[in-house]
């Protein structure tokens, strides 16, 4: 269930991330491309300018100086004297002289397209037809400077030809008399389509190299997002699974002293019945620890503060189970600071619930003859309290798990009366009070609990 869980929490965090990446890379390309044509735009524009302030200043116009006006641009020309192509634009064409034809009306020449030939004349005969069909005249006309002998003007659009190819094309007009010299540079967008296709390429890869790390990154974020709570249900099931466990058995020898009191003689079923209560008796006490155990999964394990003496707690705690300790052959022994006590703030019956399960696993793991010793004392600003015992002692692998929910150590796992919930109990009380309980190995061997509660 989390893999899967995993998986959508990974295409659908990747999935946004991925459809933001391509949203600002379509717009940034975009914003960059129309920068990139109209930085081209202008660029041509200023070029076409300089030509035509060349052209005023030139009475007469060689082929020499053509070829100097195409190459800084790249640009091609195509020039009609009086509705007449020059011979310069035969060095650019590759279609045969019969293609290229002009004609007119009104003194604007139109240069015809052949539609067999992909040669240049049929590329600005194209542009004409565009430029004269398509955009309006006169009206939006560049005058040149009337300082020039010529009544010039010009203008600059961009087209594309019937073979899909974009073009910048300057039209240039000059009149002096009844002559006339028209002038069409065209600069084609071939290097600009080639580096836009380039940087959208770039892009392509940038962006998926992005999406394949970020699909690793959220698949593994998404892990470490997942793990606490997948540990967290692997240790409720388990929970789950071990109180219906240790229910089972109370409930199965109730139910088998039930169905025995049926046929049992009167005298018998007194102690069916004795029996009924004890495991009843012994149900109640594992629901209450469950009860104290959700209440603290749920932060609502209430502490009913007080002011308590710790030693007389302490003391109090230890007359009460001196004599169990003694039906089982184990003597107890207690120690108190000298010096009178401050007054602490705590739960009592919380704390004294903790001394208590300490105090009864002391006594259910120390063997008769044995020994448990309490102690309380004051250390590095703390309340420490201490249940030592000389019984077998707790494995150091069994250390780490011991306040684990029904874990019990293996010599015990058969041991009457005991879930395995009581450390943890203990355990969230303390922690509940800011305190910290631990275990270590008593000299010669046994086992000290230690209960540190801030000062």
Sequence with gaps: MFQKVRIRLTLLCS?????????????????????????????????????????????????????????????????????????????????????????????????SKSKTSSSLSDIFGEAWTYYESTLPQDSSLEEASSLSPYTAWHRTFSFTDSGKNDYFCTLITLERNTSQLQIMILSSLAGLEKQIREQRFLFLLIDSFTVALLFLFSFFFTGKLLAPIEESRKKQLSFVAAASHELRTPLSVILSSLECCHQASPDEVAGFLATIEKQAALMKSLVNDLLTLSA?????????????????????????????AARKSITMSVSLPEEALTPYSCDEMRIRQVLSILIQNAISYTPAGGHIHLALSVRNHQYLFSVADNGPGIADADKEHIFERFYRAEKSRNTKGHFGLGLSIACEIVTAHHGHLWVTDTNGGGSTFFIGLPC
């Design 15 to 111: 999935g946004i991330i991925t459809l933001l990446i391509i949203i600002m890379s379509f717009l940034y390309l975009r914003i960059s491309e129309n920068s990139l044509y109209r930085n081209q735009f202008y660029s041509f524009q200023n070029d076409s300018n300089t030509i035509i302030i060349n052209l005023e200043q030139q009475s007469v116009i060689t082929m020499e100086w053509l070829s100097k006006m195409e190459a800084p641009g790249n640009y091609q020309f195509y020039l009609l004297d009086n509705g007449h192509p020059f011979l310069y634009n035969s060095l650019h064409d590759t279609a045969p002289a019969e293609n290229r034809a002009a004609s007119s009306s009104d003194g604007n020449t139109s240069v």
């Design 296 to 324: 603290s999964d749920s932060g609502q394990l209430v502490l009913s503060r007080s002011t308590a003496e710790l030693d007389t707690l302490l003391l109090d705690t230890f007359e009460a189970f001196e004599p169990l």
